[in-house]
């Protein structure tokens, strides 16, 4: 099975603070993404990665920046944090070259904003 | 942009029963869909997908549906049973595009 592991399930920050937000996944794929899920308005794409050092912006980039120098971790990075980025974010990967493939989620980091 | 959509926010069954959660896509570009199950707490879980050549697929206890006349897709889970409580989320992709999802349907069993 693939295991897509976010390093924190629950992180409090203070606003303007520098965020790091770690996922791994086991399964050398090449795909990685990034999600928030918010309330009404369900899971929204803020960035992806297609392969090492490779990143494309997604639905909601503002605020967020990426790093992805190996190919089983991908980092999300909010450089100055705000509350309305309180949030549960989710880190997915999936198998390149696989026209329909599913995407493998972690279980999320939960991230309040202070 | 075009988007993902579920009729029914929140869906109410006794264990046993049969549930049907439905969704509702509005590109017709799409050619794969997604079925997501998101329990609290957790990550979204991968139940079952169809590519567009088909208009049906089973699983374990699960069944989706496609109508691509009407851009329908629905997810059908025999004998329901508590552990089934969670969200449902559909989502849809076309060639390799990044999945657009819908917004969830709860879906609560009653012992």
């Known amino acids: 099975d693939v295991k897509v592991t976010q390093s924190s399930r629950y992180l409090v920050k203070r606003t303007g603070e520098k965020v790091f937000l770690e996922c791994v996944q086991d399964?050398?794929?090449?795909?990685m993404f990034w999600y928030r899920q918010d309330p009404g308005l369900g899971l929204r794409l803020i960035y992806f990665?297609?392969?090492?050092?490779?990143?494309e912006k997604g639905d909601i980039p503002e605020g967020y920046s990426v790093s992805r120098e190996k190919k089983e971790r991908f980092s999300l990075i909010l450089e100055s944090a705000s509350t309305n980025q309180t949030s549960m974010y989710l880190c997915?990967?999936?198998?390149?070259?696989?026209?329909?493939?599913?995407?493998?989620f972690g279980n999320g980091t939960r991230l309040t904003v202070t | 942009g075009e988007s993902v959509g579920l009729h029914l926010p929140t869906l109410s069954v006794q264990e046993g029963d049969n549930s049907i959660i439905n969704c509702a896509y509005s590109?017709?570009?799409?050619?794969?869909f997604i079925w997501y199950k998101q329990e609290s707490g957790k990550g979204p879980q991968f139940i079952i997908d169809?590519?567009?050549?088909?208009d049906k697929r089973q699983g374990q206890r699960v069944t989706v549906l496609l109508n691509k006349t009407v851009k329908h897709l629905s997810l059908q889970i025999a004998a329901t049973q508590p552990g089934d409580s969670a969200v449902y989320f559909c989502?849809?992709?076309?060639?390799?595009?990044?999945?657009?999802f819908g917004k969830g349907t709860m879906l609560l069993v009653s012992p």
């Open positions: 169809i590519r567009s050549n088909m």
């Open positions: 399964m050398d794929h090449e795909n």
């Open positions: 989502a849809e992709t076309s060639g390799y595009s990044t999945l657009t």
């Open positions: 990665s297609y392969d090492v050092k490779m990143k």
């Open positions: 997915a990967s999936r198998l390149s070259g696989q026209y329909n493939s599913p995407l493998h």
């Open positions: 590109n017709s570009a799409s050619d794969y």
